[in-house]
T-cell receptor, first 114, second 113 residues
Framework: NAGVTQTPKFRILKIGQSMTLQCTQD?????MYWYRQDPGMGLKLIYYSVGAGITDKGEVPNGYNVSRSTTEDFPLRLELAAPSQTSVYFC?????????????FGSGTQLSVL | GDSVTQMEGPVTLSEEAFLTINCTYTATGYPSLFWYVQYPGEGLQLLLK?????DKGSNKGFEATYRKETTSFHLEKGSVQVSDSAVYFCALSLDTGRRALTFGSGTRLQVQP
């Protein structure tokens, strides 16, 4: 039972570098989300997707891009890393029939930009 | 905008002590309310929920009651165990198309034997 899998778990980037955070789920969920969590703060929604080929911005989308070419995968792209993007990133998914109450989360990616 | 405010942690308790973690919310409309828990090294998972005023959510000995008059959803447990040590997140959701959650900042609970 894999659920939601995120890779990598940890990463250190230099300012201006690019990287992709991978997220995949094996539950055939149609909704997927990317959140970030800064120290002492709640989770903030970056992007979300309601199905393959459909993505939309959340509260804090600047500096990020996403794609959803398959139901399973929802990668998050950082093009020009900045120190303000140092955070813990969580990917989540849910099934339409469950409404919005049961999100399944990955274990997170801790990213530092130096 | 919509927001959730939780008490700051860490909360440190001895085993079998009574637990309360406060949560209040601000929302336009009538949200559903949730508690999620994150154990060390794992992702968040749903602990309990309530979808309308005066509903009580419960799971694993934890309870929370949706209080519309005080806009609160406090988490309680009568007797905590070491295994309850985790970070607890209060969250709300409005029935919009994206179906995303608005989270509080989380409260770390440490239970000592």
């Amino acid at each position: 039972n894999a659920g939601v899998t995120q890779t990598p778990k940890f990463r250190i980037l230099k300012i201006g570098q690019s990287m992709t955070l991978q997220c995949t789920q094996d539950m055939n969920h149609n909704y997927m989300y990317w959140y970030r969590q800064d120290p002492g703060m709640g989770l903030k929604l970056i992007y979300y997707s309601v199905g393959a080929g459909i993505t939309d911005k959340g509260e804090v989308p600047n500096g990020y891009n996403v794609s959803r070419s398959t139901t399973e995968d929802f990668p998050l792209r950082l093009e020009l890393a900045a120190p303000s993007q140092t955070s813990v990133y969580f990917c989540a998914s849910s099934y339409r029939g469950e409404g919005n109450e049961k999100l399944f989360f990955g274990s997170g990616t801790q990213l530092s930009v130096l | 905008g919509d927001s959730v405010t939780q008490m700051e942690g860490p909360v440190t308790l001895s085993e079998e002590a009574f637990l309360t973690i406060n949560c209040t919310y601000t929302a336009t409309g009538y949200p559903s309310l949730f508690w999620y828990v994150q154990y060390p090294g794992e992702g968040l998972q749903l602990l309990l929920k309530a979808t309308k005023a005066d509903d009580k959510g419960s799971n694993k000995g934890f309870e929370a009651t949706y209080r519309k008059e005080t806009t609160s959803f406090h988490l309680e447990k009568g007797s905590v165990q070491v295994s309850d040590s985790a970070v607890y997140f209060c969250a709300l959701s409005l029935d919009t198309g994206r179906r995303a959650l608005t989270f509080g900042s989380g409260t770390r609970l440490q239970v000592q034997p």
